[in-house]
């Protein structure tokens, strides 16, 4: 263990983000406490507080790397728990408005598939291994307790229906809303963040299949993205035990509905049949569940000039996406990621903590930027709320050139891929090479 940097550090929340910096604080801290509303399952099941988890997720590439930083043997033990490899842009067939489908190219790199709770289920039991760290389940953070104006000393929950207290040296909000992080900057005097939101009003259904054994596919999964004009979309993926999860969903609350023969309906008003076809034959395995996400959000905490010691949040309190990019988990490992490099840039300093959430917020702009990006192309919709960016004509039309050369340019493709995956920064597609023969695609189609 290196040298610590304190005591005790308190994560509120047992998500994926949650789980991965209670593990990296485990190196840093005597001891680690994760307070989890929820009650944890013996086994891969849904949680309550996150009616989400029952709709398909995506760990992209970089997030399973960063992941497998923490936790060397993560990947092994997904499998065993059955977890489907699947190799990216081969295995997964991607359907695109003007371009249905991509041509699948192996370009050596592969993701997982699996369900929500499989993947938090295996994490969990990997972080639960660390001696010096404590998951207690079924414990509801009401208030954070300051002392001395704006520092953060501990917070008070309540569990098996009395009240507690406990301090920290240091105090991480993975709680996915951050109401206690707000909260705490309404008692400090401090101005909340601005926040960016983007309004999809996007709505879900996700039901588990057995597909049938005699359909003729040449995939291993679907990703089948919305048009401007229907704004309805879905995904088909394997997962453990030998079944399909199957997520549709529309815009601007044109969900599929939950009734069996409703949901088939709504996959045959897609452009293209694949998804209907994997469907119309397959057999349920439980019931259709339904999700709304009403908007991306990003809250400018890297702009606040004073914000409390001894608290970070991260994950989902600073910044959430639309689901159907899949980004979420991968964003969260990435800024656990950054957050490994600060806290050992600091373990010899005076006093490391001091400042820490700062540095954070603007460390992590350069993960954010990406995929905030990519929620920006939601403004394709016309019903989409917000603040359309002012080059945003400019990027859809170079995005459409791209995409259009990365169709017959396998390295172009390449490189797409690992900027959708998060591996490689979108700088890479900008490269005077790649620029100047996007640009002649634009001038030729004007």
């Not at 593990?23 to 005597?30: D, G």
């Not at 209907?276 to 996400?293: E, M, Q, S, V």
Request: glycine letters at 8%.
């Amino acid at each position: 263990m290196s040298k610590l940097l304190g005591t005790h550090a308190i994560v509120i929340g047992a998500g994926i983000g949650g789980l991965a910096t209670a593990k990296l604080l485990s190196s840093h801290f005597a001891k680690v406490t994760v307070l989890e509303r929820d009650a944890f399952a013996d086994r891969a099941e849904p949680r309550v507080g996150t009616p989400h988890c029952r709709q398909a997720h995506v760990l992209l590439k970089a997030g399973l790397v960063e992941l497998l930083s923490f936790y060397p043997e993560l990947e092994r033990e997904l499998e065993l728990a059955g977890a489907v490899r699947a190799r990216t842009a081969v295995d997964i067939l991607i359907e695109t408005p003007g371009i249905d489908p991509w041509p699948q190219r192996d370009f050596g790199f592969y993701t997982l598939c699996m369900t929500r709770p499989l993947l938090e289920f295996v994490v969990r039991s990997l972080t639960a291994k660390q001696a010096n760290l404590d998951l207690q389940p079924q414990c509801r953070v009401t208030k954070l307790q300051l002392s001395g104006g704006q520092r953060v000393t501990g917070l008070t929950y309540e569990q098996a229906g009395a009240a507690r207290e406990i301090t920290a040296d240091l105090i991480v909000d993975a709680s996915s809303r951050g109401n206690m992080t707000l909260e705490t900057l309404d008692a400090c005097g401090i101005p909340r963040p601005d926040e960016m939101d983007i309004g999809v009003d996007i709505v879900y259904g996700t039901g588990l299949f057995r597909l049938s054994e005699n359909a003729s596919r040449s995939w291993r999964g679907v990703i089948h993205r919305p048009a401007p004009a229907s704004g309805r979309g879905g995904f088909v993926f394997p997962c453990e035990n030998g079944s399909w999860q199957v997520t549709l969903n529309g815009m601007h609350n044109d969900g599929p509905p939950e009734d069996l023969p409703g949901f088939i309906a709504f996959a045959k008003t897609f452009r293209t049949a694949t998804i209907y076809d994997a469907l119309k034959d397959a057999t349920p395995l439980g019931a259709i569940h339904r999700f709304a996400f009403p908007s991306s959000r990003r809250r400018r905490f890297e702009a606040l000039t004073a914000f409390p010691q001894g608290l970070l949040p991260i994950g989902d309190v600073i910044c959430r996406f639309n689901p159907a990019f899949g980004q979420g988990m991968t964003v969260a490992a990435q800024e656990v990621g950054v957050l490994r490099r600060l806290l050992d840039e600091r373990v010899s300093t005076a006093a490391p903590l001091e400042g820490l959430a700062g540095a954070f917020f603007k460390a992590i702009q350069s993960v954010l930027a990406a995929p905030w990006s990519l929620a920006e192309s939601d403004f394709i919709y016309d019903k989409t709320r917000g603040a359309r960016p002012a080059d945003f004509a400019q990027r859809m039309q170079f995005s459409g050139a791209l995409m259009r050369l990365a169709v017959e340019d396998a390295g172009v493709h390449r490189l797409l891929t690992e900027v959708n995956h998060l591996i490689a920064p979108p700088t890479v597609l900008r490269d005077p090479a790649i620029a100047d023969k996007v640009t002649a695609r634009m001038a030729a189609s004007t």
